[in-house]
């Protein structure tokens, strides 16, 4: 799942003639196989309800076992720059605040604030991310940050992202955001929100974010600018590595089913 068309592209076409298509409350959900693994590739949109509303779909009506989403963020913290892909450890709202009945930041009646994705696809999503990140260093192109701000080359992080309903194009805000949170690395609009569906459905999932701006008052020409860029590159770059060892597990179990019958 991703939020905006640029980031899917690639993944529908790696689909090839296995693709179908099916839409359901107004989004269109690609069927078919990548890397020989059944999967539906879909558009969110933009925002929380957009996200949990198509994770619900996602799960009720295709019944999908794990999701990831893959998108763009606003970088915070000072350890991130353009073109680092962030994978979440743990994921919130930053703009959720229902005191005096609740703590800040605490989903009402849910009894936690936090929401932690899979363990095992975040480790599949950091090692594929670092050897698409080394890939992209040993081109002949520039990597994105080496182009924007010229620093170093891109790094992959395992950290808290932040969601909320509020594009940072301010750097009062974000610093505010920061100082309320510290831990926070990048800022984005749909994750914490897939992650609490999830959640209550238990169902695996992971968060891939690629950095595309600074959360200030460049943030909206830079964020176009990556998308338009590389923002397919990076999700297509990864997800395609990413599918192919899904696929990888998925055969070595079923011949490890067949090799070591269920025990009654
Ligand atoms: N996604 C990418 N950049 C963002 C920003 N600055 N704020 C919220 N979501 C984003």
Redesign the pocket.
Known sequence: MAAMPKELDGLVLAMGSSISVQRVAMRDFYLGEIAGQPCVVVLSRIGKVAAAATTTILIETFNVTEIVFV????GLHRSVQIGDIVVASSLMQHDLDARPLFDRYQVPMLGRAQFDPNPTLSLALINHSEAYLNELSTENGQAPSARTVGIRRPRAHHGLIAT?D????DSAV?GEIQERLPEVLC???EGAAMAQVCYEFGVPYAVMRVI??H?NQN?KDH?TDFLEQWAGRYSCGVLLKFMASRALITSRNSTHANVCPARN
């Open positions: 998108g763009l963020a606003g909320g509020l594009f940072v194009s974000g800022v984005e609009m595309s701006d959360a943030a964020f």
